[in-house]
């Protein structure tokens, strides 16, 4: 058996083919670096239109997760004892992201916590909020600034990616042996209805050039590249303004229109024109990626010494109060859904419908990468239709950014045959689920692709 367990396909984990009036690009029609990809609705004006705000914490308990997927803090306070925001909670050795508290308050327990957009219960430590948001004495970086400090400082400050899986950020800062000559900071939101970097963006634009320069200075890059798709002319100019006077050159540079505009091969595709073949780190073609908002978390620590207790989460779909809610890390999903009101069909999608899922737990709290809940609605969400037999229309080919082949992926998902999936390229799905939004049988090609690569990860690893 090649596969460690038979695949299923997960029914109802992709809500494709949510907007009729989607459209596809057809790969000989476009004439930008890559090919492929989708033009999605995007639903951005529902939440972008009024300023990221906060909601009062007295009364409520956090609760902060100590895990980060490999990466597992001991706690290091008890119960009863009173802790300041930022102040250190969970910590531990070489590559472990240290977990610190989101407010001030009492622990009051230290137990598990679901993450909203986790699939398991993660150790946690809860504290109730005294409501007074008191900060811990800020930690600030050594002097001089190396790489190695800069890694090491980032686990110590709690940093994550927070623009996907939320992979440690000191982890990817340790970087290679490969020399780097530019930094590219991703602004890309391609899914529709998330709005939370795009506010970011509007509303922090010198923080985040002032981060960027620092970061460029520390790994001496000279060339550093913002980028944005043109739909977010707010926060290009926001940004665009805020490089005048950075000591570094910044560029902010116009991304093509499409989903998946910010996959990572796709943003080094269209900033530099260099191809990261499949399996391989950016910095192997000389570039370092970050997310807007890792960027921005990492300039509140190196320049404000705060380490990461918050993020930004999107409010939409059908919700009374929509916008953006600057959350933190912890907070019941239950706060942020009484103060987004919704009234669709009950459903709450957590992350954005390409790539989000579910939320599979009423009691779930907001992680490290939880970048908005949207409540689903027969209008904005439609049922997907039955799945049917393939007609071999090629609309899958012809969208996939990865120049891969999803019928004859899926094909060999079915024969869960290793070596055809080897031959199709499997690993370079980047599962944007681009060719289950088209595919007129509603076959479940993403859903299948991402379980074929977690069986087969799964099955190598044991
Ligand atoms: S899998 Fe779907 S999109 Fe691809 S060829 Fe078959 S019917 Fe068309
Ligand atoms: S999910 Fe994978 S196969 Fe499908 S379009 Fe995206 S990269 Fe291509």
Redesign the pocket.
């Known amino acids: 058996m090649l596969l460690a367990t038979p695949l299923r396909f997960a029914r109802g984990m992709l809500p494709a083919n949510w907007h009729q009036l989607s459209s596809f690009f057809s790969r000989s029609t476009t004439n930008t670096a890559w090919r492929?990809g989708i033009k999605l609705v995007g639903h951005k004006q529902l939440s972008n239109q009024v300023p990221i705000r906060t909601l009062p914490l007295a009364g409520q308990v956090v609760a902060v997760p100590l895990q980060h997927g490999r990466s597992l803090a001991e706690p290091c306070v008890h119960i009863g004892q009173q802790v300041l925001k930022g102040e250190v909670i969970g910590r531990g050795g070489a590559a472990i992201v240290w977990a610190h508290a989101s407010t001030s308050g009492t622990v009051v327990a230290i137990d598990t916590c679901h993450p909203a957009d986790g699939e398991q219960p993660l150790p946690a430590v809860h504290i109730a909020a005294d409501g007074q948001e008191r900060w811990a004495p800020p930690c600030f970086p050594p002097h001089p600034l190396t790489v190695p400090a800069l890694a090491e400082f980032a686990l110590r400050m709690g940093l994550v990616g927070l623009g996907g899986a939320g992979f440690p950020t000191g982890i990817k800062l340790a970087g290679t042996a490969h020399p780097l000559d530019m930094l590219l900071i991703n602004g890309a939101e391609c899914e529709p209805f998330l709005t939370c970097d795009d506010r970011l963006m509007r509303e922090r634009a010198a923080d985040i050039v002032a981060a960027a320069a620092q970061l460029a200075k520390v790994y001496d890059i000279t060339q550093v590249r913002i980028g944005i798709e043109p739909n977010k002319p707010q926060a290009m100019t926001a940004l665009q303004q805020a490089t005048v006077n950075a000591d570094r050159r910044i560029e902010v540079r116009a991304l093509p229109l499409r989903y998946?505009a910010g996959g990572q091969p796709l943003l080094v595709k269209s900033l530099t024109g260099r191809t990261l073949a499949p399996g391989r780190l950016p910095a192997e073609v000389g570039v370092l990626v970050l997310n807007v908002a890792t960027v921005y978390a990492l300039g509140r620590a190196l320049l404000h010494g705060e380490p990461l207790v918050s993020r930004i989460v999107t409010l939409s779909g059908a919700v009374t109060s929509p916008g953006n809610i600057e959350a933190p890390i912890g907070l019941p999903i239950s706060t942020l859904l009484a103060a987004a009101q919704p009234h669709g069909t009950g459903d709450i999608q957590v992350g954005g419908p390409m790539m989000g899922r579910v939320l599979a737990n009423s009691a779930a709290v907001v992680s490290k990468t939880t970048s908005g809940l949207l409540a689903r609605s027969e209008s904005l969400f439609p049922p997907r239709a039955a799945t049917r037999p393939c007609i071999r229309c090629n609309r899958?080919v012809d969208?996939?950014?990865?120049a891969?082949r999803?019928l004859q992926?899926l094909s060999a998902c079915e024969q869960e045959n290793h070596a055809l999936l080897q031959q199709e390229k499997l690993t370079?799905?980047?599962?944007?689920?681009?060719?289950?939004q088209v595919c007129p049988s509603s076959l479940p090609?993403?859903d299948s692709?991402r379980h074929a690569k977690r069986t087969i990860w799964l099955g190598i690893r044991t």
């Open positions: 492929g998946p899958c969208v996939c950014p990865m891969l999803p992926l370079a799905c980047i599962e944007c689920g681009a060719c289950s090609l993403r692709f």
